[in-house]
């Protein structure tokens, strides 16, 4: 990702590992993340997301809040619905 104002390239990698479950060998992770270049409209904002899935709906509530952060109006209005819908 380069910046324009400031001339930095910003190089970045994701990595993520599910937990270990001895008893679910073949469960999935539930983590997601995100990256969002030009965050809020501004050039030199780089917003990096990692959201880390729990229980019965753990990758509907990271996807949920992963999709749900890039809108900067709303960046914290998502956290009590997602408390809701996540339960």
């Not at 910003?10 to 479950?21: K, L, N």
Request: aromatic content about 16%; charged content about 15%.
């Amino acid at each position: 990702i380069y910046l324009p104002h400031s001339g930095y390239t910003i190089r970045y990698a994701y990595v993520s590992q599910r937990g270990y479950y001895p008893d679910a060998p073949n469960k999935a992770n539930q983590d997601s993340f995100c990256v969002h270049p030009y965050f809020a409209g501004d050039p030199e904002q780089v917003l990096f997301g990692v959201f880390d899935g729990h229980g019965e709906f753990g990758t509907q509530c990271s996807q949920f809040a992963r999709d749900k952060v890039r809108m900067p109006a709303t960046c914290h209005a998502w956290v009590p619905v997602c408390a809701r819908v996540c339960r």
